[in-house]
């Protein structure tokens, strides 16, 4: 079993591709089709080209804000190509390129950032939570979707993220806790990309690795290179494996780093230096991602050319339209918090339209 042979106690790691694109551990390639890997492949490009664009257009006052992905697009891609359609994905914030992989569109994420609630309005059938700002509250709501799953005897998965100093929030443990507990069919992934806005890992927790916390729970835990792409679409399909069998969830450490600022609002300049930040440029997903398809001879220079013009454009355009989709009118935030409008918020409405209605009389209209 491939959780067994890496004590997350020991610091063992999981690697598969390491960062100039070789494969390092011929024995757990994972064989995945070549369709399968062009997607994840084209997901983490546009991804990354979205995440580079959108941190130009809130610098330029066009989105309201941001927070990068760049250097993160294998620990998201990685788990989405192992799991099956009828899967749910439960998000924090950062997880741009898993939402596009399980497809939420473009143009839905892109209207999230920009301040639009319609953003969080996915597809029928996309099985996709909207982003979860509250840090750690999601893992709750995967236990409870995992919950049901097991209750109606379906074959279904609840994957969830959580960064690193989420770990450290309360409903981590409760809902970590809960599905050992009932052997519920979760696959539990941190995104261990070393800070909590300017807090760094080991000023968070006083344990050597992330996914030693699943020892206390009595379920399996592995710390995987969370820049590697193979590694992680194998780590998910085992835990996968195990949740369908009824054996419970499985806690999986995506060893990664956040190249850019926590969001547009942060200077990460103020707490880090910049060497560390070169050091880990040297390990980006993509690029080894890129080197191991040209080696299989399922992708060129030439193609990959082709594709960062297409997806630029597609970004641009999508941008576009968002901006032109209109403004939301503010009254939907009382009207659809809930299904119904509870008193409270009634009482609010009333007091905003009393509101418009002096500023319109000083306003002389
Ligand atoms: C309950 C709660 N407390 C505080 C915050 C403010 N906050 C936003 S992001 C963040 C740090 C999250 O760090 P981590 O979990 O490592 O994820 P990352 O941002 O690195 O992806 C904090 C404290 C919040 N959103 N929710």
Redesign the pocket.
């Known amino acids: 079993m491939l959780f067994e042979n890496f004590d997350p106690l020991k610091g063992e790691m999981l690697q598969i591709l390491d960062s100039e694109g070789k494969i390092v551990n011929d024995k757990l390639e994972p064989k995945i089709a070549k369709d399968t890997l062009i997607k994840m492949y084209k997901t983490m490009v546009l991804g990354r080209i979205a995440d580079e664009k959108a941190l130009q257009f809130q610098r330029q006052g066009r989105m309201l804000t941001y927070?990068p992905n760049i250097g993160q697009e294998a620990a998201q891609v990685g788990p989405m190509a192992a799991l099956e359609e009828q899967d749910w994905l439960v998000l924090?914030f950062?997880e741009f390129n898993a939402m596009l992989y399980k497809g939420v569109t473009l143009e839905q994420a892109f209207l999230y950032w920009y301040g639009n609630e319609r953003g969080s309005r996915y597809d029928d059938g996309v099985r996709v939570l909207p982003i979860n700002?509250?840090?750690?509250s999601q893992i709750n709501h995967a236990a409870g979707i995992a919950y049901a799953s097991k209750l109606q005897e379906k074959d279904e998965v609840a994957i969830v993220f959580?960064?690193?100093?989420?770990t450290s929030?309360g409903e981590f443990h409760e809902g970590m806790n809960f599905a050992a507990t009932f052997d519920l069919p979760m696959i539990t992934i941190i995104?261990n990309?070393q800070?909590?806005?300017s807090t760094p890992r080991h000023k968070a927790t006083k344990s050597k690795t992330l996914a030693q916390k699943a020892v206390a729970y009595g379920i399996p835990g592995i710390q995987v290179d969370g820049n590697d792409p193979l590694a992680m679409y194998l780590a998910v399909k085992t835990a996968r494996e195990r949740a369908k069998n009824g054996d419970g969830p499985t806690l999986i450490e995506a060893v990664t780093y956040?190249i850019g600022p926590?969001t547009t609002s942060d200077n990460p300049k103020l707490y880090r230096e910049d060497k560390e930040v070169e050091e880990w440029m040297k390990k980006d997903p993509i690029t080894r991602f890129k080197t191991y398809l040209i080696n299989k001879k399922y992708w060129s220079e030439e193609n990959d050319v082709e594709l960062h013009e297409q997806h630029k454009q597609f970004v641009l355009d999508t941008f576009k339209h968002v901006e032109e989709s209109g403004e939301v009118d503010l009254e939907e935030i009382f009207a659809y918090t809930y299904e119904k409008m509870t008193p409270n918020l009634e009482e609010q409405l009333a007091n905003y339209k009393e509101y418009l209605k002096s500023e319109e009389k000083s306003n002389g209209q």
Do not use: K
């Open positions: 927070a924090a950062r700002v509250p840090i750690g959580i960064g690193d100093g989420g929030h995104q990309n800070y909590a806005i956040r926590h």
